[in-house]
């Protein structure tokens, strides 16, 4: 019923400006896409950790803020983590895990408050620019 009252083209467009949003914001915060930009996938955003632990950070952002992200599998695990967009995630859903995934980094010392901020602006332009 949800979905026939939101139409399929619609559902399609969330889920690309779901996966623009999540893009755009993690290269903002100074990480790295998992995937080539030219095929990311409108369901989940893989994202690469460098030398921070994924599963400490996975962890971290689980107890403080109670948002599950999934983890990498095999010899990916602690290498990378993945956020979900498919299925019925909305914009504030997207906003929250940005706003997350950055707090987080600033408390590590990996990014600025300005960097934070900025994430949080880029996925706005894609979240509302319609």
């Not at 996966?19 to 990311?40: G, I, P, Q």
């Not at 369901?43 to 689980?62: L, P, S």
């Not at 299925?87 to 600033?106: C, E, F, H, K, P």
């Amino acid at each position: 019923k949800m979905m026939r009252e939101e139409g399929l083209d619609n559902i399609f467009l969330r889920h690309d400006k779901h996966k623009l949003a999540m893009s755009k914001a993690v290269k903002a915060l100074n990480l790295k896409l998992f995937a080539d930009e030219r095929y990311l996938s409108p369901a989940v955003t893989a994202i690469q950790t460098g030398e921070i632990d994924a599963e400490e950070f996975r962890k971290t952002i689980k107890n403080k803020f109670d948002i599950l992200l999934a983890g990498g599998q095999d010899h990916l695990k602690g290498k990378i983590f993945r956020v979900g967009h498919l299925g019925y995630v909305n914009d504030r859903d997207i906003i929250t895990v940005i706003s997350a995934i950055s707090n987080t980094l600033l408390s590590l010392g990996k990014i600025t408050a300005e960097q934070a901020g900025q994430a949080l602006v880029i996925a706005s332009k894609h979240l509302y620019s319609n």
